[in-house]
T-cell receptor, first 106, second 115 residues
Framework: QKEVEQNSGPLSVPEGAIASLNCTYSDRGSQSFFWYRQYSGKSPELIMF????GDKEDGRFTAQLNKASQYVSLLIRDSQPSDSATYLCAAPGGGFGAGTRLTVKP | NAGVTQTPKFQVLKTGQSMTLQCAQD?????MYWYRQDPGMGLRLIYY???????DKGEVPNGYNVSRLNKREFSLRLESAAPSQTSVYFC??????????????FGPGTRLTVL
């Protein structure tokens, strides 16, 4: 079993909606988490990392970490068609989740 | 500043042929990685190098070898290619020594087909 699990989706939301992406992890010792975005045919790029419980906001993106429940989520507010991509969750030493494909429909 | 570069971008091999995928980074990073990505499987770590002169197996090392040639370069070799190695291969690097603990920067990928 992978240490990092994601619902592989796909997830489809209308433009302007909030997209919610979730990830669970098995290693209680994990201290930080990364969210990468990967456009079709391209390589992954970091969009956010979070290392403390609670929320971290960066523009339209909010990462949430709940260590007690061992999950981390990414919220995308006011979703745009340009947000359509696969989102990968990663934990140091725990590898990458399988990714969730997000489609934002105009 | 090119970041992480990979060659070649595309390659077609016949079963049993060998080849080396090249990767170089110009960010003075200490750790480097090789991943493969298959549909529905996400990124799977093949090998990584936590510092110059060291290499370690990842999740799926069988059928591959690596060489950390110097701090900049990390190559991946397929000695006898098999159809199961058809995949997209990504090289990545990160600043800290020790590997796997910080932000990774990815190359553009190599799309390999083994017939």
């Amino acid at each position: 079993q992978k240490e990092v699990e994601q619902n592989s989706g796909p997830l489809s939301v209308p433009e302007g909606a909030i997209a919610s992406l979730n990830c669970t992890y098995s290693d209680r010792g994990s201290q930080s988490f990364f969210w990468y975005r990967q456009y079709s045919g391209k390589s992954p790029e970091l969009i956010m990392f979070i290392y403390s419980n609670g929320d971290k906001e960066d523009g339209r993106f909010t990462a949430q970490l709940n260590k007690a429940s061992q999950y981390v989520s990414l919220l995308i507010r006011d979703s745009q068609p340009s947000d359509s991509a696969t989102y990968l969750c990663a934990a140091p030493g725990g590898g990458f989740g399988a990714g969730t494909r997000l489609t934002v429909k105009p | 500043n090119a970041g992480v570069t990979q060659t070649p971008k595309f390659q077609v091999l016949k079963t049993g042929q060998s080849m080396t995928l090249q990767c170089a980074q110009d960010m003075n990073h200490n750790s480097m990685y090789w991943y493969r990505q298959d549909p529905g499987m996400g990124l799977r770590l093949i090998y990584y190098s936590a510092s110059e002169g060291t290499t370690d197996k990842g999740e799926v090392p069988n059928g591959y070898n690596v060489s950390r040639l110097n701090k900049r370069e990390f190559s991946l070799r397929l000695e006898s290619a098999a159809p199961s190695q058809t995949s997209v291969y990504f090289c990545a690097s990160s600043a800290l020594a020790g590997g796997l603990a910080d932000t990774q920067y990815f190359g553009p990928g190599t799309r390999l087909t083994v017939l």
